[in-house]
């Protein structure tokens, strides 16, 4: 086991993780300013940007760039900087490094290093999201960027199904419309979601509604800012163990998630899915309806 203490004395230098904030500057701790004047360099997700976040502070450290793309090169440098017992402070262009930002690989390296690592405490949007979007605050499960693939969404969804606590998900604006409806197909339209964009900022909004309902809106609207994705928990999962549903017929196998909760055509179309079933056909036949049956869409 290994410790740190924030008390110890430490002959490298101390990486510190400062948050950024999400779209006010005001949002910005005292402390994260202070850190940010008194180490010896920013290592920043985009020093462009980073740039207008010290002016606004008057802040003259010395940045360099630290980013997705450049993480293999740069980290074994900022490793011997503070090895070398330099302060260093990482940051990202919005929120908490590390969270669906990078930083992740460097925490690691100076842990294995034996380098403090200091977290400072501030803006991050998918909770600043959670606590107003009249969904249960917790428990919550974070889930960040889904893959772009629908193919890929579909199956990270699919695992999903049946979490009880609300999901949080970030989404870009050109992506939001089609990551909606493949939530809308696996975890059904019905489902209560929210959207959050432009956190902070002038415009901030918040869309609360069905999955249907929003993938209505997106269809409707202009869809810009990025986005946090909050989706209900599923309070009525299927209990049943496969081993049991394996020997039902798919209509029993819908009857059964209806039983346990489950709206009838949420029910069909995740039968229909696990099946390799017709949609369509599997709802005339739970309906006992003939070739002239209503659509299910």
């Known amino acids: 086991m290994e ?14 993780l400062v948050p950024t904030p999400i779209g006010n500057l005001d949002d910005m701790t005292m402390r994260a300013v202070h ?6 360099l920013i290592a920043a997700e985009d020093t462009r ?40 402070a990482q940051c990202s262009d919005a929120g908490i490094p590390s969270i669906s930002d990078p930083g992740k690989e460097l925490v690691a390296a100076a842990i294995a290093h034996h380098i403090p690592v200091v977290p400072l405490p501030g803006a991050n949007a998918g909770l600043t999201a959670l606590i107003a979007s009249g969904l249960a605050p917790q428990p919550f499960y974070f889930y960040g960027f889904l893959e772009r693939k629908p193919q890929q969404q579909e199956k990270e969804l699919a695992e999903m199904v049946n979490r009880p606590e609300t999901m949080i998900f970030y989404e870009a604006p050109h992506r939001l419309k089609r990551t909606l409806k493949v939530m809308q197909k696996v975890l ?41 994705i909050m989706v209900a928990g599923n309070h009525h999962p299927v209990s049943h163990d496969d081993e049991s549903l394996e020997h039902l017929s798919p209509v029993d196998q819908v009857s059964r998630a209806v039983s346990d909760g489950m709206k009838p055509n949420t029910a069909i179309k995740k039968v229909a899915r696990e099946n390799g079933l017709n949609r369509q056909q599997l709802y005339r036949q739970y309906h006992h309806l003939g070739t002239e049956a209503d659509n299910v869409d």
């Open 35 to 40: 850190v940010l004047e008194d180490v010896d």
């Open 3 to 16: 410790k740190q203490s924030s008390f110890a004395q430490h002959q490298t230098g101390t990486l510190y």
């Open 188 to 228: 059904g339209g019905d489902r209560k979601a929210v959207l959050a964009r432009e956190l902070t900022k002038r415009y901030e909004e918040f869309l609360r509604g069905t999955l249907d309902e929003l993938v209505n809106w997106t269809t409707s609207e202009e869809v810009r800012g990025e986005f946090v």
């Open 49 to 88: 940007h980073t740039q207008m976040l010290l002016n606004h502070f008057q802040i003259d450290t010395h940045e360099i760039s630290f980013h997705e793309h450049n993480t293999e090169q740069r980290i074994p440098e900022l490793i011997d900087k503070l090895e070398s017992g330099l302060t260093i």
